[in-house]
């Protein structure tokens, strides 16, 4: 058993079992190398043997507790007949959607043959994974893809999404419906595939209004839940709602998730106090003190466990390894969360 499952089976750990998000990217010098052989994102997502590769690219240089399978949260909406494709400079880019004919432009046939090379992916990363180190599966919330997919592409305020949503709320629960059927599918068949845990990445939650957090983000999540434990009883799950501040102590008690990703806003004392101690808390680590190092990032890991004291926690960061982290500088990371010299 991996320190980072024993976590999930309410045995403490310390140091903290450790991984980051985002950590096979475009920092590491391998990752930038194998990107060169394919002419776009997705082929690079959708090529099982690249995939496995770059997964565990991070694993061969630092010393982590686990893997999480490389893939994007927008296959999604790309298995569903949605056009994506990735601008360099720019992001992700999708084909205009509209919420009153997106019934007729969407479907969830064909998502078992268009997402098969990321469970083939997952098949063949455990193959090759050590026993001591768990393997995560994700997919995006459906409030956050569901943005993605009105907006057309990444946004600040993803206004163009915002306005269809309030324009027509019944269409909008329709596309969030949907959505959480194809998530509950998309993370049913990673659990089969051999992932040992699930992460839910809403990273877009915080711009949901106060008044529409339960049927925009709670809810759908409550359901993508209730159907992993269905198949799975025994399936750990972890819940990153980015930037819903108070309303975590909702998400926590109420979504049914195991574990909490904590982004860089919340202060883990706080957490401590108002979430409950049965649940683990992950992250908050900002990930600029990671590109900037030295002292600083020293003292954030040390005061991150101190904070934590004998709660259980996962180290990560509040969001994913920026591109222009110095490779040295998560080395220092995880030396001082290990308590090496």
Not at 11 to 24: D, G, I, N, V
Not at 264 to 274: Q, R, V
Request: proline share 7%; net charge neutral.
């Amino acid at each position: 058993m991996s320190k980072f499952l024993n976590i999930f089976q309410g045995k403490y750990e310390r140091p903290p079992p450790l991984w980051f998000m985002r950590q096979a990217g475009r920092y590491l010098p391998e990752y930038r190398e194998k990107r060169k052989f394919f002419k776009n994102f997705l082929e690079f997502c959708y090529t099982p043997e690249a995939a496995v590769e770059v997964t565990l690219q991070p694993l061969h240089r630092f010393d982590l507790d686990a893997a999480i399978i490389f893939s994007d949260i927008l296959v999604i909406p790309d298995a569903l007949g949605q056009k994506v494709w990735f601008q360099e400079g720019e992001g992700p880019k999708l084909t205009a959607l509209s919420l009153s004919s997106f019934q007729k432009d969407l479907s969830l046939n064909g998502l078992p043959e268009k997402l098969n090379p990321v469970y083939e992916a997952i098949r063949l990363t455990k193959a090759s994974l050590s026993p001591t180190k768990a393997l995560i599966g994700f997919s995006g919330a459906p409030w956050t893809l569901a943005l993605y997919m009105l907006e057309g592409e990444g946004s600040r305020d993803f206004a163009k999404a915002k306005e269809q949503a309030f324009e027509d709320e019944t269409a909008f629960a329709a596309l969030l419906n949907l959505l959480t059927e194809s998530v509950s599918f998309h993370l049913k068949e990673q659990i089969q595939a051999g992932v040992n845990v699930v992460q839910l990445f809403d990273t877009w939650a915080g711009l949901c209004p106060a008044s529409h957090f339960k049927k925009w983000i709670l809810e759908p999540t409550q359901k993508i839940v209730k159907a992993l434990r269905a198949s799975y009883p025994d399936v750990s799950i972890i819940g990153f709602p980015k930037g819903i501040g108070p309303h975590l102590i909702e998400y926590g008690e109420s979504s049914g998730v195991a574990a909490v990703s904590l982004d860089s806003s919340i202060p883990l004392d706080w957490a401590c106090k108002n979430l409950s101690s049965s649940l683990i808390l992950q992250g908050n680590l900002d990930p600029l003190l990671l590109v900037s190092g030295g002292e600083p990032l020293q003292r954030a890991c040390e005061d991150i466990q101190k904070t934590m004291g004998k709660r259980p926690y996962i180290f990560n960061l509040g969001h994913g390894i920026l591109p222009q982290t110095p490779i040295s500088h998560v080395e220092d990371c995880i030396r001082w969360v290990r308590g090496e010299a």
